[in-house]
């Protein structure tokens, strides 16, 4: 896939940062509704057809007689919005422009020349070529300098991700030329590259921790999770897993039936997995376990924090209202409205909140909204300075919002899912030199340097052994910290040595990611991940909830 890494600095367009909105809307499997033509509303139809005619009006004389000119579609898309922020956070109009590219982070593949890619200092660089696609065939190593894209020059000119898609991708079939720069080569080197189609992953990593713990990181409910999971699943119990520590963590949500098939393969004798409740009863369901699971019995623990959203909820709500799986980590972000998808006129969308998810005891994932979109977005912010991302916040615990499961355990409602374990935020190895090697892109850019110069034998060492030998010395911390200092990253002792585990750790982590990808990344980060390590000492609460003891 073409996409960045989480820490460039890019200056944002309106459309990225209305993205993770964007991705995060729960679509609904059912009809679409299309717009073709105005019709009144059966609940109030005088109001909507005299409220029509009231905005007609008005963009009209606004339209001949206001005293400089105007764009129209710009004042209807504006006041849109902000019509559409006084119903619920999560209820939104996709101009038409953007549709496709808030689409393809859910779909299951798209169509481009395959490469993972990173933006530092104004240069694209190919963190990887993506395995059996057509930069991997032609040639394109990690490492390598995107300087021009079709003769056009892309170095230096302050390119974001989007202005990548719009050069890298296009239809299968169609050639792009790219000019590469190549450390080992003197002079640019030319490829034609022939766009393909390319898979996308939400499965980002399984393995097996030890002998009989498995992990999977699911990171978006897309068009090809379920299948992606159950390819994970599968692989691991044929490896001996008899416990799976599932990681939704940071995870946004995406296509609603995808979540309830995997909580399906988890879930026995036809329980209640989730119900939606809207206006009137044409919205309203309720979605049980319908067949007979690939891990219905064992134990298993799912980690979840304040990213976690929308389709997550649902799969992390229906285990633990089921007594099925033990909950660790932090209060989820609270995404528990159902949209539809409505197709208007002009190509754009509306995807429009027609009922509420509730999990099988009767809680609501949705947290409160209080008409301030941009409150409602601080939220997590707010958690952080309320100190919620250190112990769990008291006034979630009240009665009123108790509620039972399957076996009579307490849990509480109030937005998001509330962890049977929490786990606070461990801060303590953090700081602000940290953050701006990270910000610098010092981390990935040494990381990426040690590679390319140590790539022979590095590709010679089995990851097992790299696991267990392979040391961050003190000699390559100072040459971070000298690259650093170069590219204006001023030098803290007292924060270098704060952090100076984490910076091993993090530094041994990206060079196992450019030898041996995710599979080699996520084992050696897990490392130094307390949330990881916490969840792996609770398997055996999570065996007594499994056996129905709690």
């Known amino acids: 896939m ?11 367009t309106p459309f990225q940062i209305k993205l993770p909105l964007f991705i995060s809307l729960a679509l609904v499997a059912g009809v679409l509704l299309g717009a073709t033509t105005f019709s009144p509303s059966i609940n109030n139809p005088q109001g909507t057809a ?17 005293v400089d000119p105007v764009n129209v579609e710009e004042l209807t898309d504006y006041a849109i919005d902000k019509m559409l922020e006084k119903l619920d956070p999560h209820t939104a109009y996709i101009p038409a422009e953007e549709l496709a590219m808030a689409r393809s982070y859910l779909e299951g ?4 020349i395959g490469v993972e890619f990173n933006i530092f200092k104004d240069t694209i660089y190919v963190i990887t070529p993506l395995s059996g696609g057509p930069s991997e065939a032609a040639g394109i190593q990690a490492g390598d300098k995107i300087i021009k894209v079709n003769g056009e020059n892309v170095a230096g000119t302050g ?5 990548v898609f719009k050069r890298l991708r296009g239809p299968k079939g169609t050639e792009v030329e790219l000019t590469i720069l190549r450390n080992t080569v003197k002079k640019p080197l030319q490829f034609t590259i022939e766009r393909s189609k390319i898979p996308t992953h939400s499965v980002d990593v399984s393995y097996m921790v030890d002998s009989k713990t498995g992990y999977i990181k699911v990171s978006r409910f897309a068009s090809n999770t379920y299948e992606e999971f159950m390819a994970a699943l599968t692989g691991l119990k044929d490896k001996g897993m008899k416990q799976l520590l599932l990681d939704l963590r940071g995870n946004p949500g995406g296509y609603m039936d995808h979540a309830i098939r995997m909580a399906d393969e988890f879930i026995n004798d036809e329980k209640l997995i989730v119900y939606t409740d809207g206006k009137g009863e044409r919205y309203d369901s309720k979605t049980f376990a319908e067949k007979r699971g690939v891990f219905e019995k064992g134990s298993l623990v799912v980690l979840l ?5 929308s389709a997550s909820e649902i799969v992390a709500g229906a285990l633990q209202d089921n007594d099925r799986a033990l909950i660790v980590g932090r209060r989820s972000f609270g995404k528990g409205l159902v949209q539809m998808p409505i197709p208007l006129n002009d ?7 027609i009922s509420r998810y509730y999990t099988p005891s009767g809680r609501s994932i949705q947290k409160p909204y209080g008409g301030d979109a941009e409150e409602y977005e601080m939220d997590i912010l707010h958690r952080y300075e309320n100190g919620e991302y250190f112990h769990p916040d008291s006034s979630l615990f009240a009665d009123s919002l108790k509620y039972k499961t399957l076996s009579g355990r307490d849990v509480y409602g109030g937005g998001g899912i509330m962890p049977d374990v929490f786990v606070p935020r461990d801060t303590t190895e953090l700081s602000e030199y940290l953050s701006q090697l990270y910000n610098k892109n010092m981390i990935r850019e040494y990381s990426l340097a040690y590679y390319q110069k140590h790539k022979r034998e590095l590709e010679k060492m089995p990851f097992e052994k790299f696991n267990k030998n392979f040391e961050v010395t003190d000699k390559m911390l100072q040459e971070v910290v000298q690259m650093a200092q170069t590219a204006g990253v001023e030098y803290n002792e007292a924060q270098f040595k704060r952090s100076r585990n984490l910076l091993r750790n993090n530094l041994k982590a990206f ?10 990344f996520f084992p050696v980060l897990h490392q130094a991940d307390d949330e990881f390590q916490e969840a792996l000492r609770h398997f055996s609460q999570a065996q007594s909830l499994a056996a129905g003891s709690m």
């Open 2 to 12: 073409e996409h960045g890494e989480e820490n460039r600095r890019v200056r944002n």
């Open 50 to 66: 005299k409220s029509y005619l009231k905005f007609r009006d008005i963009l009209s004389y606004i339209d001949r007689d206001y």
């Open 109 to 112: 593949d798209f169509e481009g």
């Open 159 to 163: 390119i974001d991700n989007e202005g």
């Open 305 to 309: 924090d304040e990213g976690s959203a």
């Open 347 to 353: 190509g754009s969308e509306l995807r429009l909140t």
């Open 511 to 520: 060079i196992a990611r450019s030898v041996y990808g995710n599979d080699g």
